[in-house]
């Protein structure tokens, strides 16, 4: 269920929003499915807009495991899946789903050959992690850059956060891929609608897991007034 709302909205740093997670993680709550069951309704509602093939960019961490659970739910409804997993890291389970679901692991130079061949690209390759240097290496800078200099490209759909972005200042350098619609977990990032976010997030999609209370209570906000979509996948079975 989503609706939408133009009102002030608060947005917090990625150091917030993992202390919000962790108690909710420690009593065992799905965060991760919920989160992935939100980014496939919000890419099945782009597919069908622009139906065609899909293509998952997979990083190392829970940013790539959200995109793969979620690829697996895309198999039934876009051409194909194609998943690269743009580190020598993965996680495991969620591209065990992916794949036991039909999506299909291609390498770096496969992938960057057929690059316009997709309608939609899943951008999981960083999310909130915690890094010194975001800035996009090796393959995952390649295929980027090769996303960015097509003509026409696919629609993106951003996994928590456009890859690169710092998701509390919203610095960002040249090699990040702007997103058509960013489904964000847990709460908004302040990198969202700081420096460069509002021009690389597109449209916003917040994905309810419970933090917003104890962030409330625990956490400054910046507050933006910017349209966000909510998305709701804890009252689903
Ligand atoms: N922890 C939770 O409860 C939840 C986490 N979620 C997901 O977890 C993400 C955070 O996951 P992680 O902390 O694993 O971190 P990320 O998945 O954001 O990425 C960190 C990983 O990227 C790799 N990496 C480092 N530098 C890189 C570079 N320059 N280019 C590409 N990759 C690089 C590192 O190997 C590192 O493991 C969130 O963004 C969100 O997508 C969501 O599922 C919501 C629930
Ligand atoms: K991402």
Redesign the pocket.
């Given at each position: 269920m989503a609706e939408s709302a133009a009102a002030r909205v608060a947005a917090y740093t990625a150091d917030a929003v993992?202390a919000a997670?962790a108690p909710l993680?420690a009593e065992g709550r799905p965060?991760?499915r919920w989160?992935?069951r939100a980014l496939a309704d919000v890419a099945i509602a782009e597919l069908r807009v622009a139906p065609g093939a899909v293509l998952v960019l997979a990083?190392?961490?829970?940013?790539?495991?959200?995109a793969l659970f979620a690829a697996a739910d895309l198999v039934a409804v876009a051409d194909r899946v194609d998943v690269v997993l743009?580190?020598d890291?993965v996680h495991r389970e969620a591209l065990d789903a992916a794949v036991a679901a039909g999506a299909r692991v291609v390498s770096v130079s496969e992938a960057s050959t057929h690059v316009d061949e997709y309608a939609l690209v899943l951008d999981g390759?960083?999310?909130?992690?915690?890094?010194a240097?975001?800035?996009?290496?090796g393959s995952?800078r390649a295929l980027v850059e090769r996303l960015l200099a097509l003509p026409d490209r696919p629609r993106v759909v951003a996994?928590?956060?456009p890859?690169g972005l710092d998701p509390d200042d919203g610095t960002a350098d040249a090699i990040v891929l702007p997103a058509d619609v960013t489904v964000t977990?847990?709460a908004l990032k302040a990198g969202l609608v700081r420096g460069r976010g509002p021009g690389l997030a597109g449209r916003v999609h917040l994905v309810d897991?419970g933090l917003e209370p104890y962030l409330r209570r625990a956490h400054p906000a910046v507050t933006a007034a910017i349209e966000v979509v909510r998305e709701d996948p804890r009252t689903r079975a």
């Open positions: 993992r997670e993680l965060l991760m989160a992935a990083g190392a961490g829970d940013n790539g495991g959200d743009v580190r890291r390759i960083l999310g909130i992690g915690r890094l240097d975001r800035r996009l290496r995952a996994v928590d956060v890859s977990f847990g897991l």
